[in-house]
C-alpha cells in the first residue's frame, strides 16, 4: 500500500507547496526569463510574458496529469478495469483542483482562476489517456514475447 500511495500523497504536497508564493509569477519569472533571454538576447518583453504565461499553464497541465497517472498506478493493486481505474483515478484530482485554486486565493501573490481548474481538468484526462496508451503498451511487450516462440500460421488458401 505504501509503495503504491506514497508517490500520490508526495505529489499532492508538492503541488500543494506550488501553490504557495514560492512558485508564483514573480518567482517562475526570474528563472524563466533569463533563461528566454539566454536562447535568444533580441526577444521581446511582450514575447517573453506569453512564454512565462503558456510555460505557467503548461505546468498546470503536467502537474494534474502526472498527478492522475499516479492515482491511475495506485489503483492498479485494488482494481481490474481499467476505464473504471481511470475514472475513480480522475475523481481526485478532479476534486483536488479547485482546493488548490482555493488555497491559491490566500496567498497574496497567487490569483485563483477558473480557467486553471479548467485546465487541471485537461491535464487530468490527459493523464489517464496517457496512463491507458502507456498500460496497453506494456501489455503488448509482454505478449509479444510470448507469441514469437508459437509456430507461424499458414494463410488461409
Do not use: N
Amino acid at each position: 500500500i505504501l509503495r503504491a500511495w506514497l508517490p500520490v500523497v508526495l505529489w499532492m504536497a508538492l503541488m500543494f507547496f506550488g501553490s504557495t508564493d514560492m512558485m508564483s509569477a514573480d518567482h517562475t519569472s526570474r528563472f524563466i526569463t533569463p533563461f528566454l533571454r539566454w536562447l535568444d538576447p533580441q526577444i521581446s518583453w511582450r514575447t517573453i510574458a506569453q512564454m512565462h504565461f503558456f510555460v505557467r499553464k503548461a505546468a498546470h497541465v503536467t502537474e494534474y496529469a502526472i498527478l492522475t497517472g499516479l492515482l491511475f498506478r495506485a489503483l492498479h493493486w485494488s482494481m481490474s478495469g481499467l476505464w473504471g481505474r481511470g475514472a475513480l483515478a480522475l475523481i481526485p484530482a478532479l476534486l483536488y483542483a479547485p482546493l488548490d485554486e482555493f488555497h491559491q486565493s490566500f496567498v497574496p501573490s497567487r490569483t485563483s482562476s477558473a480557467r486553471d481548474v479548467l485546465i487541471d481538468y485537461c491535464g487530468a484526462i490527459l493523464g489517464i489517456l496517457l496512463a491507458r496508451l502507456l498500460h496497453l503498451a506494456l501489455a503488448r511487450r509482454e505478449r509479444e514475447p510470448a507469441l514469437a516462440g508459437l509456430p507461424e500460421v499458414p494463410p488461409a488458401p
